[in-house]
């Protein structure tokens, strides 16, 4: 592309340092003090996109933290409309002790930039921008229409989005979403999301009588809260580690051999896998499937949390009345939380053992999302992702949930996935970077994403796709 | 009993604000915050038997809490020598919010005592103090000799028992224990323990990972801390009830003939059971025995405690990495702690699921015991209960464990059992409560106890069952 290695290379610094500017802003959502921070990300984004060229905004509903619009249409009607995704909010920093720069004071060490956001996300959504202030700077125009979509509380569970887009799809409306927002499988292994999974979280509240007993005087003659919560969630998985709740699988869209075969091609060394995840000693699973299409592809529960009885030091010898846990459930498409509550419900109502009576209380549900990896915008992102890193990206899911689907289906439009992160950026972490030439090669495949995607036929597919009328 | 009507009716009140007093110093032997506060109520109860006319002091061993010690040897040699037993530390006292009141301020409401202690076992160790007392004062003399062993960390699970009586048995050496540290079937059912279970406590600490890791990133392809603890404990018993580790019953004395009569004669309604159960609506247990005989003659397990992962409010999408539980075995006689501890460790080495390791810390042991219903001291302090109560007692046996078997085993002596509780006292539970009619009539059959194991038939039973030399 005409003048991209240049602009990397006479402008690289100047990049960097107004990316490090955006991430010296303390942007976290989940902490109440600092709202007017994540404003003025927020303010520093949409200036910068308004510079560039674009028409930019801050948005919000009440209550929200304010997402950044922006958009430039000049490419016509008849060209395709791209929605660019991302958030510029932050995860909180503690243990802050355990950071070697300040979290908000960005540092540069050995080709990498460390800051709270460098990574998670503003990195990712910083790229973008650099590429189409360039393309605008050096060109006049993008080849595609272009719109950006960058919201202010992600990392608190997007949990205004629904309203969010109630109020504002019509600014954002596309053809195609490009998510800016996940990974890749490893340095040098460029590979593409192609879904995220959905969530179902419960908290479940058992009871078996009004108060403690005594074990000594009652134990063994009436039931025991804890041990009821055992017999339960015992009762969760099958033998074969599948999830044992009637008609939880019926939605689940079998992965094809296509999808398996780019699963096996990404090199996997369980003994390095098991060291990054914390130094397990085991990796069990649903059978007959491979550890990341565990991961990515297929449904699985996880006890988050579980208590009951007494847990201080020492020994005490009751019979508890009340045991609780916090169980969440990861789903793959087309897995919908709203339709798997209330079998969760039905399967604890069926379930709870004698003289248990347990509360289910759903904590919030996310949808997930997968779109094919034969779709054209995929492929299209695809030859992208090749072009700026020179090897043929494999096609992934990624494990965890956000707010895509709900994006997807409020704009009627796909997600592709063009992200640049690498699993050691640390993210939600102490010491979270992001590796200059990952942000470089970024930046071209974001250059690349919008010229592949404005390719005739691509073109021509995304528009047909568009509803009548 | 001379006087004996008249002190209630006299100083009836007297008696109650002292103990209310004394429940007033919180004695909680499991906390160390607390040890100069059961040293404080060691000092309460010393103090006022040496003002009753016992000589009486403050004992320990390194490392324990204070005992209290006290004797009047004025009945001489050929008498028999009775040893009260019982204790003054108490259970911690969370949740402290479901008191009506301070579980430290005693209150008296509709004739009961409400605090911690008032019942389990300031109350029931106070009318002993006070039976000896009122015969000392207005007899000048007891029937026979008695001593006081007033421990200091039975609720802790008496970890020094076994030093203390090295140390000491010699002042504690007679004929009969006396326990005063159990409780009635039911109020108007009055009854008589033959034995108490033992116990056998763990903690389990099981970890699967370093650190807790993201459900979103791992979940599925990662063990998961809380589900391994559902796991392991899932397999604790079998489908019988039976606990399912090999070996655990191979001591266990079955039931006679005639104690299952005596089981079965006590009026037992599941309904009104459940009721003083805390309202539990189901009474599972060992198939092939009642729910009397499986508390208080048939090994049980309870898990007492449970904790792991993310236990606060919302939800964390996190995979533990530790999980904690703590478990606690009930024994029955001949069962030994120190016998089965390592068989309950084989058996989570066998069963820890993959990828979890597992420590387990014993954290105490007792060991069961049992006096046959048929022996002298059983008849005598039944006559007592009678005397006392108005009806002859049934005899059952006490599902809860104390240092009983230790006591008979270090001084030579069976154990009979002179206790007033009611199952509706809510020991180690909130509101615990002393009812003052079973307080008074407690007082009563002291007195009773000590008459009738003066008698002749029993004395001699007693003296000539002392070992030569």
């Not at 003090?33 to 009440?62: C, H, I, K, N, Q």
């Not at 779709?375 to 090897?391: D, T, Y």
């Not at 956000?402 to 409020?410: K, Q, T, V």
């Not at 994403?449 to 597919?461: K, R």
Request: negative net charge.
């Amino acid at each position: 592309m005409v003048g991209l290695d240049s602009l990397v290379d006479r402008h690289g610094e100047e990049l960097v340092a107004e990316l490090a500017q955006w991430c010296a802003i303390p942007s976290i959502s989940t902490d109440p003090t600092y709202t007017a921070d994540v404003r003025r990300s927020a303010e520093f984004l949409a200036g910068r996109l308004d510079a560039a060229g674009l028409a930019a905004d801050l948005l919000d509903v009440p209550g929200s933290a304010p997402a950044v619009w922006a958009e430039w249409l000049g490419a016509g009607p008849g060209a395709p409309t791209i929605t660019i995704y991302g958030h510029h909010d932050v995860q909180p920093v503690d243990p802050v002790s355990d950071w070697d720069n300040p979290p908000f004071e960005p540092a540069v060490r050995d080709g990498w930039l460390y800051a709270r956001g460098a990574s998670d996300d503003k990195g990712q959504i910083h790229f973008q921008l650099a590429a189409v202030r360039h393309l605008l700077a050096t060109q006049g125009r993008l080849p595609v229409n272009v719109r950006f979509l960058v919201e202010g509380e992600e990392e608190a569970g997007s949990p205004n989005i629904d309203a969010f887009l109630a109020a504002h799809a019509g600014r954002f409306g596309c053809d195609v979403i490009v998510v800016s927002d996940t990974g890749m499988y490893a340095e040098g292994v460029p590979s593409l999301v192609t879904g995220m999974r959905g969530m179902a979280y419960f908290q479940l509240d058992l009871r078996t009588a009004e108060v403690d007993l005594h074990s000594g005087s009652f134990g063994g003659a009436v039931p025991n809260a804890a041990a009821a919560m055992v017999e339960l969630l015992g009762r969760l998985r099958d033998d074969a580690g599948r999830i044992a709740i009637p008609g939880w699988y019926d939605d689940v869209v079998p992965l094809t051999a296509a999808e398996r075969e780019q699963f096996a091609a990404l090199p996997f060394d369980p003994v390095e896998f098991a060291a990054t995840a914390g130094g397990v000693t085991a990796l069990p699973g649903e059978a007959g499937f491979s550890p990341l299409e565990r991961i990515g592809a297929r449904p699985t529960v996880d006890v988050n949390g579980l208590w009951s009885g007494y847990t201080g030091p020492g020994s005490k010898t009751i019979v508890p009345a009340q045991a609780h846990a916090k169980v969440s459930f990861r789903l793959v498409a087309d897995q919908d939380p709203a339709t798997l509550a209330p079998l969760f419900e039905q399967w604890v109502a069926d379930n709870a053992p004698l003289g248990a009576e347990v509360k289910v209380t759903s904590m919030g549900g996310v949808r997930p999302c997968l779109t094919p990896i034969d779709h054209p915008a995929n492929l299209a992102a695809g030859r992208a992702i090749e072009r700026a890193f020179g090897v043929a990206p494999l096609f992934t899911r990624e494990g965890g949930s956000g707010p895509e689907r709900a994006l997807s289906d409020a704009l009627g439009a796909p997600c592709v996935y063009v992200g640049a992160m690498l699993p050691e950026d640390r993210i939600h972490a102490p010491n979270e970077r992001f590796k200059l030439s990952q942000y470089f090669a970024g930046l071209h495949a974001a250059v690349y994403a919008l010229d592949e995607l404005a390719g005739p036929d691509v073109a021509g597919a995304l528009v047909a796709a568009r509803p009548a009328g």
